[in-house]
């Protein structure tokens, strides 16, 4: 069903029919029936998806609008915003990928009852499996409107097995057996009970806390109204002829015993009513809320005796706690929130997911194709990568290179998850429980959606600052990865000066990034991994060498590897890993492992050879690992004595500790250099072009580009955004320098663009006049952006003929457009002169011998800088001699 309200870009309207966007803009000048705009700007108009289908299909331009364009249109052109529609389509693929048949039978009616019949069956899908999803009736984080994760045990303050305020059957807090709520009678409605049942913060149909005066409330009469209800209503504590619950035969008030959570909580959380007594002030839930903290891994929370024992019944936040190492046999750090944590989902309602209808009919079509799990990732990749400036990403191969160094994990934990790609990472388990938080709360839905989707594991995801307000203060993990933001000034550091996770010392207002590390480690099981991506300066900073030498000396920062430039984000400087282990009762590792793999940084903006970087870490990663110390790999790795490090500035840079590979045969490869060099020169020179003869000025009939495409003469592709092959890629960077495709696309399910033999690849970008010819060591590599691909017909044009006119300099700049700060090359209005095919071979093959004698030129200069770097190095480290 096609959604008349979906617009689309002219960018959408060129990948929909397999142009360039040049053409689209041809389309509106040349046919007055062209769509008109119905939204955007007048620089970056819209248009209804629907009349341009039509228009396209009328043309005879496109047969059928391929299904998952037209999915990514909707859901771009979503009315809520195309993170809305990810949600509600992450939402309904994973009741397709979970309950199929609950789908085929909900959308087999109108687009309304489907709206209508979705968030119920949603509320049973998502409940198991992420957990404290609030219901459409507004059920908080300890169970859905049904009481759905009190039954099954899956609310996020869900402690071994059971929700928060539910014992065994409908009990509340402090309930027993078959027992009823805080303080009452033998069958009254239970707290937070289900939908049914009238209970403290329970969903629309229940009476709650300061209801109206029909809703029956909490300690009220059998006939009494809510809690501090209306006038009309009897309220607590009025009505003398009435029997209070927990009083007396004769008293009339409730409560007037001493309190009555004086005593220790039964599930070691912490008192409903704060107060001395229950009703003492003028609203019931005067203090904290009734999930006032969580004990999510079988660990009580601090919060949660009375004084006396080990832990204080207090939930002030501004109780100065010391900043020291805590007894983690019996506590937590008391970083728990004086409010409960934000779920990462809400299932949505009938009336938000109507709009949505139509976008959700063609995922499930186009699932029904691919699978559920790759159309949420086609479509989260495509969003991704259409607002590259809007989020930071964790590739792929780094991610998998954490979870490897972390090791096989059953909890697993990610306190800055983004769009969950780390989790994702991870190697599956029987069991698994997976627990992420994220500041963004379209960043934390979309990954829990993405890891219930990738796999069986439990997901545990919530939304808020982690620093100042800890989702998971109980959780004890196996493992914690973490791509934490860097250089935030603005991290809590006036706010958490106390704060017990800081046991290895208080991180400056500039050192945010040692305040995730310690965070990491308090959130770890004695012996647990923590993988950390951390920037290069967090190494040396002089304000960070207290805690970096904490952590050497109490063994828990276990290695330092520096990763080659251009592994993540931002990609102009070397990032580090930081590999930490909680250390448990074993005394500490006298050595650190320090990795330096910048050897391996790709020669263009493709990124590293993560094959050699993965194989270099892990396997000195292992052998360290297994036997505490590392012998020398000359350049590549060493273990450091801790002793060696604790010096003024604790420097654990691997660069400073690791000098270059010294080579035994210096002078002898050195040699080797200057041979090849020397023959190159030689080559050069009898490559060096003939004098030129002067000639009067050619005056050739002329064509362009778009017209040779359009007379069939030759096909022109662009480069894609994606690709499901992994292949070599070809970028723009390769082209201009003259190497090897060294590039990546992110993987999805578009199909990329292959070169082949013969075709002539231009850069639209950077204003030079460059265009290369694809010989057989180059085919079968895949278009990288910012490149147009001509593949001509051998029989009317010459691809040399035709990639040395496309380089001439007045040729490029007519053709190009200074519309912004960099230069755009319009590669459909270059210029090439008519002539026979004969001529054109006559000119191709000057051409070709001119491309012969450039990467000759290239070859030399970089040989030229090899000897020269040699030569420095090898006088400096005394492996070569002056004389």
Same mark, same amino acid.
């Given at each position: ?189 239970? &707290? #937070?009970?289900?939908?049914? %049942?009238?209970? !403290? =913060?329970? +969903?629309?149909? /229940?009476? *709650?806390? @300061? $209801? ?5 409330? &909490? #300690?009220?009469?059998?006939? %009494?109204?809510? !809690? =501090?209800? +209306?006038?009309? /209503?009897? *309220?607590? @504590? $009025? ?5 209070? &619950? #927990?009083?007396?035969?004769? %008293?009339?008030? !409730? =409560? ?15 008192? &409903? ?611």
């Amino acid at each position: 069903m096609q959604d008349n309200a979906t617009e689309v870009t002219a960018a959408g309207i060129a990948r929909l029919a397999g142009v360039g966007r040049a053409a689209v803009s041809n389309w509106r000048r040349r046919h007055a029936d062209f769509p008109k705009p119905v939204g955007g700007t007048e620089t970056s108009p819209s248009f209804a998806l629907a009349e341009v289908e039509a228009w396209l299909r009328k043309q005879g331009k496109l047969a059928e609008v391929p299904l998952r364009e037209r999915v990514w249109q909707q859901l771009a052109g979503h009315p809520e915003g195309p993170l809305t529609a990810l949600v509600h389509t992450g939402c309904v693929l994973l009741l397709i990928h979970e309950r199929p048949t609950v789908w085929l039978d909900a959308s087999a009616g109108s687009d309304a009852r489907l709206a209508a019949m979705l968030p119920g069956a949603l509320e049973k899908v998502l409940t198991p499996r992420v957990g404290g999803v609030r219901g459409r009736g507004g059920a908080g984080v300890g169970g859905a409107s049904g009481s759905a994760s009190a039954r099954a045990g899956a609310g996020v303050d869900a402690g071994a097995g059971s929700g928060v305020n539910a014992a065994f059957g409908r009990a509340g807090v402090n309930g027993g057996f078959e027992q009823a709520g805080v303080n009452g009678p033998i069958n009254p409605p239970a &707290v #937070n009970p289900s939908s049914s %049942a009238a209970g !403290v =913060n329970s +969903g629309s149909a /229940a009476a *709650g806390v @300061n $209801s109206g005066s029909a809703a029956a409330g &909490v #300690n009220s009469g059998s006939a %009494a109204a809510g !809690v =501090n209800s +209306g006038s009309a /209503a009897a *309220g607590v @504590n $009025s009505a003398p002829t009435e029997s209070a &619950v #927990n009083s007396s035969p004769t %008293a009339s008030t !409730v =409560n007037t015993p001493p309190t009555v959570h004086n005593s220790p909580a039964v599930h070691h959380g912490p008192a &409903v009513h704060n107060d001395s007594s229950v009703h003492n002030g003028p609203s019931v839930h005067s203090e904290s809320p009734i999930h006032n903290a969580s004990a999510m891994h079988h660990r009580p929370s601090v919060h949660s005796t009375v004084p006396g024992t080990s832990t204080d019944i207090t939930d002030s936040p501004s109780a100065p706690t010391t900043p020291s190492a805590p007894n983690r046999a019996q506590t937590t750090p008391a970083t728990t929130p004086t409010t409960p944590p934000t779920p990462a989902l809400t299932t949505p309602t009938g009336p938000q997911l109507l709009p949505s209808v139509p976008l959700l009919r063609g995922a499930a079509e186009l699932a029904a194709e691919i699978g559920a799990r790759q159309t949420f990732e086609f479509l989260l990749g495509r969003h991704l990568d259409a607002n590259p400036r809007q989020y930071t990403l964790t590739p792929a191969e780094l991610a998998g290179l954490m979870a490897d160094l972390a090791g096989p994990a059953r909890t697993v934990l990610d306190p800055a998850c983004g769009t969950g790609a780390l989790l994702r990472a991870v190697d599956p388990r029987p069991g698994q429980e997976l627990y992420a938080q994220d500041s963004a709360p379209e960043l934390a839905a979309l990954s829990t959606l993405r890891l219930a989707l990738h796999s069986r594991a439990t997901v545990r995801a919530a939304v808020g600052d982690t620093l100042r307000a800890d989702a998971h203060p109980g959780l004890l993990a196996d493992a914690v990865l973490c791509h934490p933001p860097f250089n935030e000034r603005n991290w809590g550091h006036d706010e958490l000066a106390y704060d017990p996770r800081w046991e290895y010392g208080f991180p400056a207002r500039t050192e945010s990034e040692l305040a995730w590390v310690q965070h990491a480690l308090a959130r770890l099981t004695d012996g647990g991994t923590a993988v950390l991506l951390m920037p290069p300066a967090a190494a040396s900073r002089r304000s960070g060498r207290r805690i970096r030498a904490d952590l050497l000396r109490r063994g828990a920062l276990r290695a330092v590897v520096a990763l080659p430039v251009g592994a993540a984000p931002p990609y102009n400087i070397p990032l580090h890993l930081w590999v930490l282990r909680r250390p448990d009762r074993t005394p500490a590792a006298p050595e650190v492992l320090l990795v330096d793999t910048g050897r391996f940084a790709g020669e263009a903006r493709g990124g590293p050879d993560w094959e050699a970087v993965r194989e270099a870490v892990l396997d000195a990663w292992r052998v360290f690992a297994r036997e505490g110390r590392l012998a020398e790999r000359p350049g590549l790795a060493r273990s450091v004595p801790v002793i060696e490090l604790l010096d003024d500035d604790v420097d654990l840079a691997p660069a400073r500790h690791l000098p270059p590979a010294a080579v035994a045969d210096g002078a002898e490869q050195l040699t080797r250099v200057r041979e090849r060099l020397g023959a190159t020169l030689r080559l050069t020179a009898d490559l060096t072009p003939p004098p030129a003869d002067p000639a009067p000025p050619a005056r050739w009939p002329l064509t362009t580009v778009g017209e040779l495409a359009r007379g069939g003469a030759l096909v022109m592709r662009t480069g894609g955004n994606g690709g499901h092959a992994r292949v070599p890629v070809l970028t723009d960077h390769d082209v201009l320098a003259g190497t090897a495709p060294s590039g990546t696309l992110p993987e999805s399910e578009e199909e990329a663009v292959l070169t082949e033999p013969g075709d002539v690849v231009v850069p639209v970008l950077g204003g030079g006049a460059v265009a290369r010819v694809i010989d057989e060591a180059t085919g079968g590599a895949a278009l990288g952006r910012n490149l147009v691909l001509l593949r001509p017909d051998r029989t009317a044009l010459d691809p040399w003929f035709l990639a040395g006119f496309l380089r001439g300099t007045a040729n490029n700049r007519q053709a190009s457009s200074y519309a912004s700060t960099a230069t755009r090359l319009d590669v459909r209005r270059l210029h090439l002169p008519r002539l026979p095919l004969e001529e054109q071979r006559r000119y191709g093959a000057r051409f070709r011998a001119l491309d012969e004698f450039e990467r000759a030129l290239r070859n030399a200069s970089r040989l030229g800088e090899q000897l020269v770097r040699g030569m420095y190095d090898g006088l400096t480290d005394g492996t070569v001699a002056p004389d």
